[in-house]
């Protein structure tokens, strides 16, 4: 069984880079960079801000709460070695789906995997 479920249009994601929403009673934060959708569990990890209410910079979207940067990819912390649930996404026909089945490492991504290159 499939679990993707509408979250968005992509219009007002575009023109507004991040968005909030609530998709089968989940908060969800997607984000709108460099023409790819990204979608983190909105409530962070560590003491309950919304990343959606965090600023976008270099591939990684700044909580804040206290300033934890999270891999819009991945949801990787680098300097706590912890993650931020991350949903797959696809986009059809301007609409936004996630797959609600959100992932989470307990290793470090490789480079490659990453939004960008760490460094
Ligand atoms: S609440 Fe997000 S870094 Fe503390």
Not at 6 to 14: D, N, S, T, V, Y
Not at 48 to 67: A, D, I, N, T, W
């Amino acid at each position: 069984m499939t679990d993707w479920v509408k979250a968005a249009e992509l219009g007002p994601l575009r023109e507004r880079k991040k968005l909030k929403v609530t998709v089968a009673g989940e908060d969800i934060a997607l984000f709108f960079v460099e023409g790819s959708v990204y979608a983190l569990r909105d409530i962070c990890i560590h003491k309950q801000s919304r990343l959606s209410r965090g600023l976008v910079f270099k591939g990684k979207v700044v909580c804040p709460g206290h300033q934890w940067a999270f891999d819009l990819k991945t949801g990787w912390v680098d300097q706590w070695a912890k993650c931020q649930p991350v949903y797959p996404v696809k986009v059809e026909e301007d609409v936004v789906y996630v797959l609600m089945q959100p992932q989470v490492r307990d290793v470090e991504p490789a480079p490659h995997e990453r939004f960008c290159e760490a460094g």
